[in-house]
């Protein structure tokens, strides 16, 4: 079964700028989530959507971040402004509704705000 | 709130060596614990997926174990290699339905 897909791999922007990730699950998966990764640390949750649905955007700094799920498969996540604290690795992952059968993390995409 | 602790913080053995990784958790209420490795600039690859009414999986070389009532976790690896050299990143799955990571052990096995 194909992974999850993120694009793109690499962004390098300058701070105040605005950037925007894209992540397809594997099919068939219901929850979709948004990590944020800074060097040397566990990754954390931003936003978990279910379906089309927000369950948990509670991490999400609403004023900077947002977070789309079309449809129920494709999702982006928006930057804007951004900030030099918001260098980090992106992680999308997916997992079935019932999350016992585990999470599925993409490759990321490695954010550098100069 | 759940929190996860992953020790040692970095690890350097020579090669051939077995070892052993620890993931401790604050609440035993979990759904199950998920052992990753992620290469440097890259994402997570999950290894070993342990639901809370197991104590222990096993794929090839790498054998994890969980004991829930004492909120811990182990990651052996057998005949260590130097493509093993990667960080390893327990997580948790709790009764928030929400996946809690540790900080990860950054392993590297000298050839």
């Known amino acids: 079964e194909a992974g999850v897909a993120q694009s793109p791999r690499y962004k390098i922007i300058e701070k105040r700028q605005s950037v925007a990730f894209w992540c397809n699950p594997i099919s068939g998966h219901a929850t979709l989530y948004w990590y944020q990764q800074i060097l040397g640390q566990g990754p954390k949750l931003l936003i978990q959507?279910?379906?089309?649905?927000?369950?948990?955007d509670s991490q999400l700094p609403k004023d900077r971040f947002s977070a789309e799920r079309l449809k129920g498969v494709d999702s982006t996540l928006k930057i804007q402004p951004a900030k030099l604290e918001d260098s980090a690795v992106y992680l999308c992952?997916?997992?079935?509704?019932?999350?016992?059968?585990?999470?599925?993390f993409g490759s990321g995409t490695r954010l550098t705000v100069v | 709130k759940q929190e996860v602790t992953q020790i040692p913080a970095a690890l350097s053995v020579p090669e051939g060596e077995n070892l052993v990784l620890n993931c401790s958790f604050t609440d035993s209420a979990i759904y199950n614990l998920q052992w990753f490795r992620q290469d440097p600039g890259k994402g997570l690859t999950s290894l070993l997926l342990?639901?809370?009414?197991?104590r222990e999986q096993t794929s090839g070389r790498l054998n994890a174990s969980l004991d829930k009532s004492s909120g811990r976790s182990t990651l052996y690896i057998a005949a260590s290699q130097p493509g093993d050299s990667a960080t390893y990143l327990c997580a948790v799955l709790g009764s928030a339905r929400q996946l809690t990571f540790g900080s990860g052990t950054q392993l590297t096995v000298l050839p």
């Open positions: 342990i639901q809370s009414s197991q």
């Open positions: 992952a997916s997992s079935p509704i019932d999350r016992a059968y585990g999470y599925t």
């Open positions: 959507f279910q379906n089309n649905g927000v369950v948990d």
